[in-house]
């Protein structure tokens, strides 16, 4: 078993920050790819940033410059530092890793839980 686990969120005004972790626990053999995604009520999840085990990232257009993901790979965990937010940013974010589990010959993919991040004045 996978357990992936967001903290961080909560509440803050329009230009301020936040940084989201997520650490993954369990079964682990290695894991590739990790990355945060969204959702805000009445939209589709999307993808807010990702980045490899060898630290390659990617953004979603409208976090570049503002957003940064980084990892720590002995921790498990990823962060997003989340600076001049806005309230389009506001969403649950979700941590997702791409994981392969001990004894496994293969990858799956696994979700946590959810964090709010609500950007209000």
């Known amino acids: 078993q996978v357990q992936l686990v967001e903290s961080g969120g909560g509440l803050v005004q329009p230009g301020g920050s936040l940084r989201l972790s997520c650490a993954a626990s369990?079964?682990?053999?290695?894991?590739?790819?990790m990355g945060w995604y969204r959702q805000a009520p009445g939209k589709q999840r999307e993808l807010v940033a990702t980045?490899?085990?060898?630290?390659?990232?990617t953004y979603a257009d409208s976090v570049k410059g503002r957003f940064t993901i980084s990892r720590d790979n002995a921790k498990k965990t990823i962060y997003l530092q989340m600076n001049s937010l806005k309230p389009e940013d506001t969403a649950v974010y979700y941590c997702n890793a791409h994981v392969r589990e001990d004894y496994s010959p293969s990858y799956s993919f696994y979700w946590g839980q959810g964090t709010q991040v609500t950007v209000s004045s």
């Open positions: 369990g079964s682990i053999f290695s894991i590739n790819a």
């Open positions: 980045i490899t085990s060898s630290g390659s990232t």
